[in-house]
């Protein structure tokens, strides 16, 4: 337990004294208060950093749009709140270097459920990005941590969370006129990589590449794996409300591998056979989803690379390897300012 949480918790436990009866709700609702306000000034924190280790190449903003309203749950927001559109944060990313030609432009929604873009995982990948010439937008999307509770309860797992991805798109074609909307990909991986997918399947003319790595693929798989407490997460009232055997059809709504007949960009996907978060088994029947539906796609299932889930977002030569087979796919139908080839050089 964090710190910062032992000691509150601590000070309302001896705060309460013989008040024994409402003492555990209480410590409930204080601990989950304080673990937003942890998740907010531990991303603030490493968005710092971020700024710190990424400025010496790349012009590093902080911005807001705006996506969907919400979509109506078990336990639905205010009836005000649920006719506004949900605003979305994002750090966009943009080369110091000048370009006379158009840039490409790379969307990148972040992995974890609940979690956010400035992690330890990614500054180096949007590093390699941006020296490639690469625009970048790393959104926020709705149920992201590190905004408070109100917008960490907006999830909607493989719903309205595509729609704040694709938000993040059109916002940097409007903003920037030297982005090329004919060179835009998405990249992601483990519910990044679900987002991706979900996302050119939705808007298959917007994005001309798409890279998934060890991509969430199909949820009723998922649950099977990880048994009933994952299933609980799902079953909340704030998120989808039903369990899978009450709502087979909108778990698999969600999910790539039901939906692959509707892949029309160009893809790569990658796997891990020792991923103990996303069970090689998971993707192969997406990969299995794709060639039923004779799709034109490329992928590639390592074996017991270092690292396990995040074997190719790491600083190891199987990670490089893995990750100039990435750009290398990128720069084939994005083909940005510099070749990956010369990129530290």
Known sequence: MRPLLLLALALASASCGAQTNDAEPRLRALEDRLSHLDDKLTRQMNEALWLQRLSDVALVDKVRFTGPPPRATNDPPALSAASN????????FLPR??????????????????GNVASDE??????????QGYAVIAPDYRGSSGY?????????????EIEDVHAARLWMLERYSNIDPRRVGIAGWSHGGLIGLLTVFAHPDDYQACYAGVPVSDLQERIRLRGPDYERLFAAPYHLG???????????????????????????????TNDEDVNVREVERLIQALQAAGKDFHYRIYTNAPG????NRLDTPTARESRAEIWRFLAQHLRPPHSPESQGK
């Open 148 to 160: 408070g509770e109100d917008f960490w309860r907006l999830i909607d797992y493989g719903g309205l």
């Open 97 to 114: 270097e000048k370009s006379s030609r158009k840039l490409p432009l790379i969307v990148l929604p972040h992995g974890e459920i609940h």
């Open 308 to 311: 396990g889930h995040l074997f």
């Open 242 to 272: 039903k369990t899978f055997a009450e709502a087979p059809e909108e778990y698999r709504r969600r999910s790539p591998a039901w939906n692959a007949e509707k892949l029309r960009t160009p893809l790569l996907v990658h796997a891990n």
């Open 122 to 131: 990614e500054a180096h990948v949007v590093r390699e990005l941006v020296q």
């Open 85 to 92: 559109h949900v605003v979305i944060s994002a750090m966009t």
